[in-house]
């Protein structure tokens, strides 16, 4: 018996020592919450043995408490104690009111319902960390930004920062669907189970909130802004409300995508006129319902009279009508109502781009105070690249929201690498020239061009497009996971810069060894820019295949409306190739401020990367670089190609950096890439050649197949496509 123990024994320490530094294999479910051992863990847990918190642990300060301990645990190798009584090495929550002594009695003036303060005090003689904020929720965000501080090597005793929302609504908006698959989504099914709500509270929701409170987004509409009536029925009210029940701890409300015919589709009432008074009555009682089982609802998003939803122009009533309607519902429960400005019509023989600014200028200080307009970053469609929306800056007497798509519909789904860091901090960085001195998108969003009086009256927001699922890496692929992550943080800080948050992700997510991590950042900030380079390069955009978006179809031309066809964005014949939207086209560039558009009407002062947005140019156009435009056109895919090819070797260098299993799954969809990438370049290599009849360039490679083989390649299964 004392033989077998003694050689069971032996075993044991044997797997112990044999077992790997990851336990756990690494499948990306963690996200950025890995909490991995930190090299100097015994420094880290000398300063973080106990965690203090106020007498009453609301559930908002529970999940504080839970996530300190959950962190500390994996960063120390010790879950630290938890009490209500200051001692050495404390981690300290305090609210207003119970900042310990040393601490001046406006120190949390400035932070607002959702800030939060990290320092390193001295309190009845004891060295401590204190988390500071006026409500639970700045708890919470001051317990993640602590994690943060430690996951990416800063030192409890050094840690001094004070942090604050720039925006009021940091929302993700799903395009989910009732039947669990996702518009556009490349990340499995909807995470929200439906079917089995509100029975069945799955631990995924629990960890969805805590992913989404640690980058600070504080909403979610949970269902496809192509919306079903019935998500507004008592059953689903009823779901919704149990996902809202376990949301509600991490500051995070949930809102819903309202169909504008709910009623009329419910047979409810005999119209969906935003003026009759049935209608109204009809939206009151149903917010009334909802307010009844979700007493923090945050509201409505709604999509009208686009892409064939119904909406108030069916009755001849403008957006403001709608959506002042549905806020009047709202208002007495605080809801707000989040309105698209995506809108466009085929039966308009006008410029797509122009479509939105021509029907929401108009409407400028017309809405009512709960509501806020959404606008997507540019004019088109979530391109790889666009220049930012002419609303921004444009309607100072509304306020305008962002909404950016974390999900990659343009960028290669789930199967390309393409961090969008530096997409939305492009656009946010923008500057709209619509006050002397200049206006950034981010200073719009921030309410900076409401009049004297209304900054910090009104609300601000900014919404991404999630790129969630059911998938075990939650977004489709790791790199994927980036995407979310800085989405989150911009919402925060719409002055971040991509770079700093690519950095505090791949620290937290893969590694905290310097080169590693440098080589990683450095391969996200080049991604989105093969992209571009590889699908849509110079300004070009919307060449991707019919439907599904996946893949080229620059030929594409047949489609039954003229404005989704790529020939009507790219307008290549042979005389040339790009859209005029000068003076002598389409002249959208009159809807920018004069100083972007006098700079924008000139092909030799617009910025090579929009020039075919802007203009249409003669093959030979010279280039800055000296090359013909075909020759450029040429060269950008060519470019496009090499930068997805030194992805692929920059991550094998990584190699002894990164565990097995994701080095493996991010090496699979690099191979994909490049070879997509070759296929991108290939086919419009080939087809803009049909067009412009020109011989390829000197020293360059002939596609390695026929235009015609190009042209029947199909998908009538790709994902996210409904
Ligand atoms: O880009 C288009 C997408 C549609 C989407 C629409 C929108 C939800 O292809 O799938 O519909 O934009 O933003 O409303």
């Not at 039966?347 to 409407?363: G, I, M, N, S, T």
């Not at 000139?602 to 003669?618: A, C, M, Q």
């Amino acid at each position: 018996m004392r033989v077998l123990k003694g050689a069971l024994a032996a075993v044991v320490s044997l797997v112990v020592v044999l077992a790997p530094a990851h336990a756990v294999e690494e499948d990306g479910y963690q996200l950025w919450l890995r909490y991995r051992p930190l090299a100097n863990a015994g420094q880290a847990q000398q300063a973080a043995k106990a965690i203090v918190y106020p007498d009453k642990a609301t559930p908002t300060i529970q999940a504080a408490i839970d996530e300190l301990r959950r962190g500390l645990q994996g960063y120390t190798g010790k879950a630290p104690a938890t009490g209500t009584q200051v001692s050495a090495g404390a981690i300290v929550l305090a609210k207003a009111g119970q900042l310990p002594q040393g601490f001046a009695a406006d120190a949390l003036a400035d932070l607002g319902r959702e800030g939060y303060l990290l320092k390193s005090a001295t309190v009845q003689g004891k060295r401590v960390t204190v988390i500071a904020a006026n409500e639970d929720i700045g708890l919470l965000y001051g317990a993640f930004g602590l994690l943060r501080a430690l996951g990416t090597g800063k030192q409890l005793a050094a840690l001094d920062e004070r942090s604050t929302p720039k925006l009021q609504l940091r929302v993700l908006n799903h395009w989910d669907n009732l039947d669990r698959t996702v518009e556009r989504g490349y990340s499995g099914q909807s995470i929200w189970n439906w079917w089995e709500l509100p029975a069945i509270r799955e631990r995924q929701y629990v960890d969805y909130a805590r992913a989404n409170a640690s980058l600070g987004i504080n909403g979610t509409v949970l269902n496809n802004v192509n919306s079903k009536a019935e998500i507004l029925t008592a059953p689903w009210i009823a779901k919704v409300a149990a996902l809202a029940d376990v949301l509600r701890p991490y500051g995070i409300r949930v809102y819903l995508s309202a169909r504008w015919s709910t009623p009329l589709e419910l047979n409810e009432t005999k119209t969906a006129d935003p003026l009759a008074p049935e209608v109204a009555a009809w939206w009151r009682a149903k917010a009334d319902e909802i307010y009844r089982a979700i007493p923090d609802f945050g509201g409505f998003l709604v999509k009208a009279n686009s892409e064939g939803q119904p909406g108030p122009q069916d009755y001849h009533r403008t957006h403001a009508d709608g959506a002042n309607m549905l806020a009047a519902a709202l208002a007495p429960h605080k809801g707000i109502v989040m309105w698209r400005a995506f809108v466009y019509a085929a039966e308009k023989p006008d410029d797509r781009a122009k479509q939105a600014y021509d029907e929401f200028k108009p409407l400028d200080g017309k809405f009512a105070p709960n509501v806020l307009v959404q606008v997507k970053n540019g004019a088109i469609d979530f391109q790889p690249r666009e220049p930012f929306h002419p609303l921004f800056g444009a309607m100072p007497g509304t306020p305008l929201m962002m909404e950016f798509q974390i999900t990659k519909e343009y960028l290669g789904f789930a199967m390309h690498m393409a961090y969008l860091g530096p997409l939305f901090e492009e656009v946010l960085k923008a500057d709209t020239m619509q006050r002397p001195g200049g206006l950034t998108v981010a200073q719009v969003l921030e309410g900076e061009d409401h009049g004297p009086g209304e900054h910090g009256q009104r609300p601000t927001g900014m919404a991404g497009v999630a790129n969630i699922g059911s998938s075990r890496t939650w977004s489709g692929s790791h790199f994927d996971q980036a995407n979310w992550y800085a989405y989150g943080r911009f919402a925060w800080d719409p002055r971040g810069s991509a770079r700093a948050f690519a950095d505090e992700w791949a620290m937290q997510t893969f590694s905290r060894d310097r080169q590693a991590v440098t080589r990683i950042v450095d391969m996200m900030m080049r991604s989105r820019e093969a992209v571009v380079d590889y699908m849509t390069p110079l300004g070009l955009h919307h060449l991707m295949d019919t439907g599904h978006h996946h893949g080229p179809g620059p030929w594409v031309d047949n489609l039954g409306r003229p404005d989704w066809n790529p020939t009507y964005y790219h307008k290549a014949d042979k005389g040339g190739i790009g859209f005029d939207r000068t003076a002598t086209g389409s002249n959208a560039l009159a809807q920018y401020a004069p100083d972007v558009a006098r700079r924008w009407a000139d092909p030799r002062t617009t910025p090579e990367e929009l020039l075919l947005w802007f203009h249409h140019l003669p093959w030979d156009y010279a280039m800055p670089s000296g090359r013909t435009l075909w020759a450029e056109l040429v060269a950008r895919y060519d470019r496009g190609v090499a930068e997805a090819e030194g992805l692929r070797m920059r991550w094998q260098q990584l190699k002894p950096a990164i565990d097995e299993r994701r080095f493996d799954e991010v090496a699979q969809r690099l191979d994909q890439q490049v070879s997509e990438a070759q296929w991108w370049r290939d086919a419009s290599v080939a087809y803009f050649q049909s067009v412009s009849g020109l011989p390829l360039p000197p020293g360059t490679r002939a596609p390695a197949r026929t235009l015609e083989q190009y042209k029947a390649i199909k998908f009538p299964y790709a994902a996210g496509h409904h």
